[in-house]
């Protein structure tokens, strides 16, 4: 009796431990299924953000290459006439000469540049017949470096202080030669000293640059 039951106690040993080991296998593989599952849903989920992400940047890229294209077109139309929009020759060299995008360009800077507006004040200056007793201004060059391009450019104030010497008739013109001046300029005071031949005008006022539009490409992590 005592080895049957010996007997019978191994075989209940042995399929518990056959129990044992097949619940832990299938533990594991429920367990490995669950883990799986969730990584795989994850990076379903993840793949997806991706193609959306791809499909919005295709868009994007597809509606910039037909607004470049129109952009293309104003540009050679607007370039192109035979008259300047300020009644100038395009191909011409006098002061309402040239192409409408010089004209542009020349009325609002893409860099900062005080030494060229200080030439260009004596230039709109010294056609009235006026002697310029002083041109004075801050450069500030240092401090406008960190401007030079910006995803979203406004323009940036230049203020100058201009000192001329003329009678009225000349002082009158060189007032009318700011305000007809393809750049614009703010004149902020005036102060007039002296007499009817000989008048002294001192113009505070200022223009403005405009940096150039950031179109650098970046990249977009997808989370």
Not at 91 to 115: E, R, V
Request: charged share 10%; glycine share 4%.
């Amino acid at each position: 009796m005592a080895g049957i039951q010996s007997f019978k106690r191994t075989l209940i040993e042995k399929s518990n431990t056959t129990i044992v080991v097949v619940t832990s296998v299938a533990c594991f593989i429920v367990v490995f299924s669950a883990v799986a599952a969730v990584s795989l849903v994850g990076q379903f989920a993840y793949q997806n953000r991706v193609i959306s992400a791809d499909k919005h940047a295709l868009k994007q890229l597809q509606l910039n290459v037909q607004a470049a294209q129109t952009l293309a077109t104003s540009y050679n139309a607007f370039t192109s006439t035979p008259t300047n929009i300020i009644g100038g020759n395009p191909s011409g060299t006098g002061p309402q000469d040239g192409s409408n995008t010089k004209i542009i360009l020349d009325a609002l800077p893409s860099k900062y540049d005080y030494p060229a507006l200080v030439t260009s004040i004596e230039n709109i200056v010294a056609s009235q017949a006026v002697q310029i007793q002083s041109i004075t201004g801050v450069d500030d060059a240092a401090n406008q470096a960190s401007q030079q391009t910006s995803t979203n450019p406004s323009p940036q104030p230049m203020p100058f202080q201009v000192v001329v010497l003329g009678d009225y008739a000349s002082i009158q013109n060189v007032v009318h030669a700011f305000e007809r001046s393809v750049r614009p300029f703010q004149i902020q005071t005036t102060e007039l000293s002296g007499d009817q031949n000989k008048l002294t005008l001192t113009v505070t006022a200022q223009t403005y640059w405009q940096p150039a539009r950031d179109l650098s490409t970046h990249t977009e992590v997808v989370r």
